[in-house]
Structure formats: structure tokens, C-alpha cells
């Protein structure tokens, strides 16, 4: 065990993966001059076909790694979740629909990584946390991590893994520090929430980034009598329902705080399956918690409006007990 | 000219195939026994056959929507293809892919996409992977007109010579798309002129000729094989039907004329390549009526093997999601 950064727990992950299986190579824009900290040090040691910098042609190369996967690599890709939208076609037509619409003939073992850049006054067309348009598309894998441990083992079950896998790894966190294991095996696997805090009276259900607030609002309600579990579901497709639905059985009530939109989020996802398979444990309405169901606007005076914060946690946890 | 008599009589003998098989879908989809669309690739063959006999057996290729030629000019087999098209389980796709969506990743047919130009990614990617692993093999990506003006198809000519990746663009120009004619909407003379812009050979073949297509691909596989990049060879060609069958439902004003279809059946390329073999005395009228007769024949055992297959049984319709599978709701 080291206690490193998120980033730097990625980077391992990537490393070792690479160096294990010759198969894996990785593209994307610039990183061979290991931009965004993560792709820092694999021009260096990896051969040059194994780390790509691409054209700006993101319905090229994310379809590319489609037709590398089908004939038997293991591609990753590197790049923004606003960008994705520019291969939204290769996403869905091809990565999604490929393995089903053709009978199972072909394996697509390809990671997506996409960074969510939110909250640091980039305005709207670099601030999208897309998620759950993708968890609407049938045949992507969709994960989340909040630490430095999680997002390495999820990372490497990730390359490990033989279907499509959108890895969405949310910017505030590429600075968290935490311990992670040195173990060249050491997977986390796909659909197996995490309880990140134990807890009585409210369960709170936080993604990627908003685990943090999650748990600073659940400091501060502890200081209030209030008892607060917080559970990491760290995959979203597949999503492990049963570990959310046992905690609302103990504390009958649920928040869900999401990044995304309101409408149509992980959010709505996660409370609609509470409402279908675990209504009679509910001792009150659930809540979500989610950024408003308006662009992610410049001005710092605004942008801070729009996504969760502990306030809106906390005042979220408190309807519920109402 | 090539002296080859085996192949020049298996360039007629697939495309014979091809439109028998065409034919009888055509005629399936009349009788309402086929549902969904069908795009015949009737009067085309020679773009596909003169193409794919150009490669070898574990080379690559992607088709589009029109794509019922390819799979079968690269050597698919007839029968799961008509499966599919019936969409049975037996099909290549077990009845999940239907008619524009044939794959037989067995023999390097990495599939057909039915979204324009959306399958251009997929070939480089395919081609790509040679590269990384030091293979010497060639994909073959095959689209349309149409298709040429999708952005993706700029963006994978320009990453495939950037890379000097061993991809065949091979635009099958048909002339139309649906009712649109290309001089209306392509800015060149020729789609192979854009080639200039990726610093690639761009060649304009007549797609009715299949010795034409042959010799014009081969050069580019010869290209691909020495690590010289890609090329965009142009097929310049014609489609008898409609876009699609029962599609003059919908598009009941005319977009071109009885004449120009005559014309261009004049240049049958089934009737083109069977006068050559005649003329070079390499097959007899008495042979090449055998021959036809054989294919008409694999055509229809074919479809007896379609319409005797079972369908897929209702809980397959979860199957092939994911290769490795996971919990989803199915409710
Ligand atoms: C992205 C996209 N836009 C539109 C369509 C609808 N469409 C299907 S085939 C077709 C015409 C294609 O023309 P071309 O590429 O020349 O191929 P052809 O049908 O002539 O073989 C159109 C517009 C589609 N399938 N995909
Ligand atoms: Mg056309």
C-alpha cells in the first residue's frame, strides 16, 4: 500500500495493464505529452504504436478502437466526456449495438475513459457529465470510482474486461490522495457497490465526485443526531441493486445525489428501482439531489448554483426526515 | 487483361450469386414473406466481387446497408445469409443483425453498418491492429456515394494516411442516394478527387468491368501490403431497383429516367464478364448455363435451409448483450 492520488492510481493501473498484456494499447489527443497528469510516462516506456496521439477526429479514433477491439486488441481510449459527444454515432452504433447485432460473433474488450471537467468555470460545452445517456444505451459497462484504490482496481477490471466500458472519472477528484494496494491483480469488481460509511437513519447513494459532499454533509449531520450511510455504487451499469436496497431496508429512507441533469439521471434510475423493489421499506419520499436541469453557466456567481453541494445534501437528508 | 481462366470464370460464378440471391430477396419481400427493408444490389456486383477476390481469405472487410454482396463476393455462405435475412437463428447474426447487418468474423467480414459511413472507423481500427501487430493483411471498407459526404469518412481517410494503415476505401458510386444524384451534391468531378486531400492514389474504376475493379484493387492491396497507406478507389456504377424494395410507395415522384436505367443495363456487368469469357474462349455458353444453374440452385437450397430453420426462441432476446455478462433488469 502507497497513499497516492487518484491520478496517479489511474496511471498504475494503465502501466501495469500495458505491461502485462501486450495486447492493450492506449489513444487519444496529446497524450503522449501525458496530458491531465494520467498518461504521464507511457511514451516513454511503451513502444510508439502502443500510445497513440490522434487527429481532433473523435468519430475516427472511437470508432477505430471498435474495429481493433473486433479483430482482437484491447484499445483504450483517453478523453473528455464533451467529446464524446463528437463520436456519438461510433459510440452507439458500433460500440453499444455491435456484439448483440451481430450474435454474440465479436468481443469489443474497449475502455472509454471519459473526464468530467464540471465546477471549475469552464463553461457549458466542457462540463458535461453524460452518464446517464449512456446507461440508456444498452450494451455499455459504466463506471465511476470515487478513490484513488477504487478508480486502480476498477480501472484494471476495466481493461480486463471483454465489453465495452465507459470509465468515467471525474476531474475533482484527480487530486484526492488514498491508499492503494501495489498488487498487479488487484480488481475491483464490476457491480459490487461500496459502503462508504456506515450508518443508521438515511442512506445516501453518491457518484464519482459527489461522494466527498456526501460524506462532509454527513459529518456535519452526525453533529446534528443525525446518523447517515453513505454507499458508493462505484459501477452504474452494472449496478448493484441489492447492496441499495439492503441499506434502505435498514434506514428506510434514500438520497441520491448525482452530477448529472436531473431529468432522466442516475438519480431517477437509482430512485425509480428503490420505489418498484423497495417501496415498503420507505419511510419517506425519496430524494434527488442532482445539478439543475440548466447548462453549467460561465460566471462563478452562477455555475455554483447549478450542481450539489453538501447544503443541498443536507437539506435533502433532512426532508426525508421531516 | 488477367489470364487466370479459374478466376475470371469465379468472378462470374459469385456474381451470378449474388444476384440470384438479390432476385430472390427481391422477390421474398414482394411476396411479404421477407419483412423490413432490402437494399438489392442488383447491377453492382462486379464493385464487390472484383474487389473482395482481390483479397485474401483473412483479410478484412466492412460493408453498409446495401451490403448483401459483400459478405457473399468475400466468400460468406448463401445460406446463413438467407437465415438472417429471414431472421431465423440459424442466421449469421441468429436473427439479431437481419438483412443490412450481415458479420462472419470467421472470414474477416467485421460486419455491415446500416448508419451512412459508420463502419469507415471500424475498417481502420481493424487495420490498425495489423499494423500494431506486424501483420501483413488488408481490410477492404466498402460505402456509398452518399456516404462520401458523412464527416466520418473524412476523418477516417485522413487518420488511415497519417498512419499509412492497409485500408481500401472502395466508394461503390452508384449515382444516387435514394433519389439524390452525387453531381448535385459532391463538390468534385470524381469522389476519388478527395483522395488529393489525404495524399492518397484516388482511382476511378468502371465499376461494371469486374477485371476492372479486380486489377484496380489489387494494385491498392499491393499498396497496403508494403506499408504504403491506403487508397480510395472510386466504382463508378449503377443500381437497377429502387433504394429499397417498396420504396416506390413512398417516392412517387421520378428522380431519373427509364432511358438512363436501359442504358445502364446495357452495361450488365454479369452480361460484360460472360461475353469476355465467351470472346477469350475461356468458358462455353454450355458451361456458363451450368454454372448459372448451379447458382440458382445454391440459392434455393439456400432458402429451403431459411425457411426450415427455427426461429430464435423468445428467451434469446437477452443473449450476446455482453460477452461478459452481467446482471440487467429484464423486466
Ligand atoms: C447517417 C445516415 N443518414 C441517413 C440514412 C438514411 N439512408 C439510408 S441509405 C441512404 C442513401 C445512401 O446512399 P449511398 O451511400 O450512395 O448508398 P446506396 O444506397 O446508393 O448504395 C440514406 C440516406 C442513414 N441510414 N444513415
Ligand atoms: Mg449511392
Known amino acids: 500500500m502507497a497513499v497516492i ?126 452518464h446517464p445517456m449512456f446507461m440508456n444505451m444498452p450494451g455499455l459497462k459504466i463506471v465511476m470510482p470515487t478513490t484513488p484504490a477504487d478508480a486502480k482496481g476498477l480501472l484494471k477490471t476495466a481493461i480486463r474486461d471483454d465489453d465495452p466500458v465507459i470509465f468515467f472519472e471525474d476531474n475533482t477528484l484527480m487530486g484526492a490522495r488514498g491508499d492503494v494496494p501495489e498488487d498487479m491483480d488487484f480488481l475491483i469488481p464490476f457491480g459490487v457497490a461500496d459502503v462508504k460509511q456506515a450508518g443508521t437513519d438515511v442512506t445516501v447513494v453518491a457518484l464519482g465526485g459527489m461522494l466527498p459532499r456526501a460524506l462532509a454533509a454527513a459529518v456535519q449531520l452526525k453533529g446534528e443526531g443525525i446518523s447517515v450511510e453513505v454507499v458508493d455504487p462505484r459501477t452504474l451499469v452494472p449496478l448493484d441493486k441489492q447492496a441499495i436496497l439492503d441499506s434502505v431496508a435498514k434506514t428506510g429512507r434514500l438520497v441520491v445525489v448525482d452530477m448529472a441533469h436531473k431529468t432522466c439521471s442516475a438519480a431517477s434510475e437509482i430512485a425509480a428501482m428503490v420505489s418498484q423493489e423497495g417501496f415498503w421499506n420507505l419511510r419517506a419520499p425519496i430524494q434527488r439531489v442532482a445539478s439543475l436541469n440548466v447548462h453549467f453557466p460561465f460566471s462563478p456567481a452562477l455555475e455554483k448554483l447549478v450542481f450539489p453541494n453538501e447544503e443541498k445534501i443536507i437539506a435533502a437528508v433532512k426532508r426525508t426526515l421531516e | 487483361m488477367i489470364e487466370d481462366k479459374e478466376l475470371m470464370v469465379e468472378m462470374l460464378r459469385r456474381m451470378l450469386c449474388i444476384r440470384y440471391f438479390d432476385e430472390q430477396a427481391v422477390e421474398l419481400v414482394q411476396r411479404g414473406e421477407l419483412v423490413g427493408a432490402v437494399h438489392a444490389y ?27 454482396g459483400h459478405p457473399i463476393a468475400k466468400g460468406g455462405d448463401v445460406r446463413r445469409a438467407m437465415a438472417e435475412l429471414l431472421g431465423k437463428s440459424t442466421g449469421y447474426c441468429k436473427g439479431k443483425g437481419g438483412s443490412m ?62 498512419w499509412k494503415l492497409p485500408v481500401i476505401f472502395v466508394c461503390e458510386n452508384n449515382q444516387y442516394a435514394v433519389t439524390t444524384r452525387f453531381t448535385e451534391v459532391v463538390a468534385t468531378p470524381n469522389i476519388c478527387d478527395r483522395a488529393a486531400a489525404y495524399n492518397i492514389p484516388g482511382v476511378l474504376v468502371d465499376g461494371q468491368d469486374v477485371v476492372a475493379m479486380y486489377e484496380a484493387v489489387s494494385e491498392a492491396v499491393e499498396r497496403a501490403r508494403l506499408g504504403l497507406g491506403p487508397s480510395l478507389i472510386e466504382g463508378r456504377t449503377y443500381r437497377y431497383q429502387d433504394h429499397s424494395e417498396g420504396l416506390r410507395r413512398i417516392v412517387r415522384d421520378p428522380y431519373r429516367a ?63 448483450l455482453f460477452s461478459n455478462p452481467i446482471p440487467i433488469d429484464r423486466s
Open chain 2, 42 to 68: 442488383i447491377g453492382e456486383e462486379a464493385v464487390a466481387v472484383g474487389a473482395c477476390l482481390a483479397l485474401r481469405d483473412n483479410d478484412y472487410m466492412t460493408g453498409n446497408h446495401r451490403s448483401h
Open chain 1, 5 to 130: 492520488t487518484f491520478a496517479d492510481a489511474l496511471n498504475q493501473a494503465i502501466k501495469e495493464e500495458m505491461r502485462r498484456d501486450k495486447s492493450v494499447f492506449i489513444m487519444g489527443e496529446s497524450i503522449r505529452g501525458g496530458i491531465y497528469g494520467v498518461t504521464g510516462g507511457l511514451s516513454q516506456e511503451f513502444e510508439a504504436m502502443r500510445v497513440l496521439d490522434t487527429p481532433l477526429s473523435e468519430s475516427a479514433f472511437m470508432g477505430a478502437a471498435v474495429g481493433a477491439a473486433a479483430v482482437g486488441l484491447r484499445p483504450i481510449i483517453s478523453s473528455l466526456s464533451s467529446f464524446y459527444w463528437v463520436a456519438m454515432d461510433q459510440m452507439v452504433s458500433q460500440a453499444a449495438k455491435m456484439t448483440y447485432m451481430f450474435g454474440g460473433q465479436v468481443r469489443l474488450p474497449i475502455v472509454y475513459r471519459a473526464g468530467m471537467t464540471y465546477g471549475n468555470n469552464i463553461a457549458a460545452h466542457h462540463s458535461d457529465r453524460p
Open chain 2, 258 to 320: 427509364e432511358e438512363e436505367i436501359a442504358y445502364w443495363r446495357t452495361r450488365d456487368p454479369i452480361l460484360l464478364q460472360r461475353n469476355r469469357l465467351m470472346e477469350m474462349k475461356m468458358a462455353s455458353e454450355a458451361e456458363i448455363a451450368l454454372m448459372e444453374a448451379a447458382e440458382r440452385a445454391r440459392i434455393a437450397e439456400a432458402l429451403q435451409f431459411a425457411r426450415q430453420s427455427p426461429y430464435p426462441a423468445p428467451e434469446e432476446v437477452f443473449d450476446d
Open chain 2, 101 to 162: 447487418h450481415l458479420a462472419d468474423f470467421s472470414i474477416g467480414i467485421l460486419g455491415e453498418s446500416g448508419i451512412l459511413a459508420s463502419a469507415l472507423p471500424v475498417a481502420v481500427g481493424a487495420a490498425l491492429a495489423t499494423k500494431i501487430r506486424g501483420e501483413k493483411r488488408v481490410v477492404a471498407a466498402f460505402f456509398g456515394d452518399g456516404a462520401s459526404n458523412e464527416g466520418t469518412c473524412h476523418e477516417t481517410m485522413n487518420l488511415a494516411a497519417i
